[in-house]
T-cell receptor, first 115, second 111 residues
């Protein structure tokens, strides 16, 4: 059963802690993305990766880090430098190549709360 | 800065009516356009993609694209209460690069 999985579904963090959000896909997609969504807001891009061992900063990368050691996995670390990390975090992936296959699909999300 | 704008709503329509959702974008180089549906507390679900000018129909959904006017819309025919959700418009300038999302329009279909 192909898809994108994210874990955990809910995560609570104390101030000053780093936490890592998992994202795995078995769709054989090359590109993967991390977005943040705040209540009543649209999606803002944190990082994206189009190929293994390469990634690019999005609009709000400060306080976050990523790695892309495997095609299937794109974990996001929320560091203590991120001042307001409470949000809904969404991972997405898509094929690269022909324009007609440019569709991006989302995982179920991780809701992070800072205590 | 590349922008995608949507009326935040809420847009309320009676059951069985046509719901019309609109989106404008600023980057004339945009080539791919998408509509996502997001239920409260859930992740976005892709419902339509459109790449060329004109209409694209899929069941009760029709996407309309006008690149000259930098405008994309989504029509939902025979609206059902289960269509009540936030609809996100997304635009991609070139394949392989990042997407820009609008803030979403909240749709409420009244029984």
């Amino acid at each position: 059963d192909g898809g994108i999985t994210q874990s955990p579904k809910y995560l609570f963090r104390k101030e000053g802690q780093n936490v890592t959000l998992s994202c795995e896909q078995n769709l054989n997609h090359d590109a993967m993305y991390w977005y943040r969504q705040d209540p009543g807001q649209g999606l803002r891009l944190i990082y994206y990766s189009q190929i293994v061992n390469d990634f690019q900063k999005g609009d709000i990368a400060e306080g976050y880090s990523v790695s892309r050691e495997k095609k299937e996995s794109f974990p996001l670390t929320v560091t203590s430098a991120q001042k307001n990390p409470t949000a809904f975090y969404l991972c997405a992936s898509k094929r690269t190549g022909r324009e007609y296959y440019n569709e991006q699909f989302f995982g179920p999300g991780t809701r992070l709360t800072v205590l | 800065q590349k922008e995608v704008e949507q009326n935040s709503g809420p847009l309320s329509v009676p059951e069985g009516a046509i719901a019309s959702l609109n989106c404008t974008y600023s980057d004339r180089g945009s080539q791919s356009f998408f509509w996502y549906r997001q239920y409260s507390g859930k992740s976005p679900e892709l419902i339509m993609s459109i790449y060329s000018n004109g209409d694209k129909e899929d069941g009760r959904f029709t996407a309309q694209l006008n690149k000259a006017s930098q405008y994309v819309s989504l029509l939902i025919r025979d609206s059902q209460p289960s269509d009540s959700a936030t609809y996100l418009c997304a635009v991609n300038a070139h394949y392989g690069q990042n997407f820009v999302f609008g803030p979403g329009t909240r749709l409420s279909v009244l029984p």
